[in-house]
């Protein structure tokens, strides 16, 4: 497998189940993906960004549920906007790479 050739039917299917589950503002990839680095070992990373989140812990689990059955190893963040303006430049915060590496791949209209 060429690690530089994400199968889109596989990110494809994971968009339209965070989407269609959460109705997010935005999920942005991010890590190895997003700067051109994958191995056909890597993982995806979601950058999960929800109006607001009552149990942050449980909603990042239920959206990987969510992708469960796709054939690649998969990483979520689930954040808010709130979260991103409070932290989001913080250094050593998880949000700071994600954010300046991250490709928007959906953005809610």
């Not at 950058?47 to 998969?74: C, F, G, Q």
Request: include cysteine; glycine fraction near 6%.
């Amino acid at each position: 497998m060429d690690a530089m050739l994400l199968r889109p039917d596989c990110l494809t299917e994971a968009i339209d189940r965070i989407v269609g589950e959460f109705n997010p503002l935005r999920i942005i990839l991010f890590g190895s993906w997003a700067r051109g680095q994958a191995r056909a070992d890597s993982d995806l990373d979601f950058l999960v960004v929800l109006p607001a989140v009552i149990n942050k812990r449980r909603t990042t689990i239920d959206v990987m549920r969510a992708l469960n059955e796709l054939p690649i190893s998969k990483d979520v963040i689930v954040t808010t906007p709130q979260e991103i303006a409070e932290r989001g430049d913080v250094i050593g915060h998880v949000l700071r790479p994600a954010l300046a590496e991250g490709i928007v791949i959906y953005e809610r209209k």
